[in-house]
């Protein structure tokens, strides 16, 4: 019969090998996206083989202080056209746009069985002209540039949809504790050369920057196809794959760039907003998520090392991931790179974010839906 203490030390050596098996495979996708994922170069050459013309589309509700930042450098890209729909604001946003020279749609009311984005980016769709379709959410900022950047990536990866992840910028102090975990999630959990595969659940996309061959767009049929979908751009990604169709992603690195929130608890909001839907909607392997998050990254500094290097390294991993992170997307000055001091507290900082998460309702942007 194995002695009690025995048993408890063996199980506390697994625990550790399992630890740094889950640290070890983060860093290797890390190593990996560093080395394979796009990025956007913001003066790169406009390849002459794209014909047509190009459609920038923004779903915008109660958006003003964002499109007064944002909306300019946009219409300044030289599509063929801009067009903002207007999510039935409060605070003047339609008029901001039409003052600023954007062509302005008054979206119609919401319908049954659809969400907010999807509805607002099926209208954008309906009313735009392009033979390219760009959906970009009213916080993403455009480096002059961009767009001719967009456009190369899109066609150099031969896809039918290309996301973009906008690198982020000008985070208030409090936005810096969540935010940049969207980058962290993609690139040190989702290999590029395997999301480039066929199998449709290796796939991810971001909503912040979509764009669409119009042709494909238009067989997957449109965003009707992820109606009641939270997740609706790696949904959509999904369904395109499906249909054979291939996606992509890229880094905006300096020619997009994204500021979504303007402190913790709208950080906090949008993390539980995704959190259960990224988990495949199943609150058990949210919990395990949190779980294992909390016994790898916290953990490690609550208990006594004991000169032991397995738990140094641990702790020093929980130093640098995000570091790490914001390296590789081009975050490279100093408070960036000190947001690696979070890792250890990085876990209790999403608490609140998993527990919103495991409700049976979500609230965003004034609307309740059922998750």
Known sequence: MTPPRAASRAA???????ALAFVAFKGAVLLVNALTFPRLQPHARPRPTRPGRVSLLVPARDETVNLRRTLPALLSQGAHEVIVLDDHSTDGTADLARTLGARVLQGAPLPDGWYGKPWACQQLGEAATGDTLIFTDADVTWSEGALPAVLDALDVSGAALLSVLPRPAHLMPGARLLTPLVDA?????LPFPLLRARPAWLTSANGQLMAFRRDAYTRAGGYRAVKAEM??????????KRAG??????????????????GYRDSVRGFSKNALPIHAHSRALLLASLAAHLLVYTVPWLLPARHSRAMWALRLVSLGERGAVNLVTGRRRVPDLLESLLGPVTPLLALPGYLL???????????TYRQ
Do not use: H, I, N
Request: net charge positive.
């Open 231 to 240: 997740l609706e751009d790696t949904v959509f990604a999904r369904r395109l």
């Open 12 to 18: 506390g050596r697994g625990a550790l090998c399992t």
């Open 245 to 262: 169709e291939r996606t992509s992603l890229a880094l905006g690195g300096q020619a997009v760039q994204v500021t979504m929130y303007a």
């Open 357 to 367: 998460a495991l409700r049976r309702t979500v609230r965003w942007k004034g609307r």
């Open 185 to 189: 999630v993609v690139l040190s959990w």
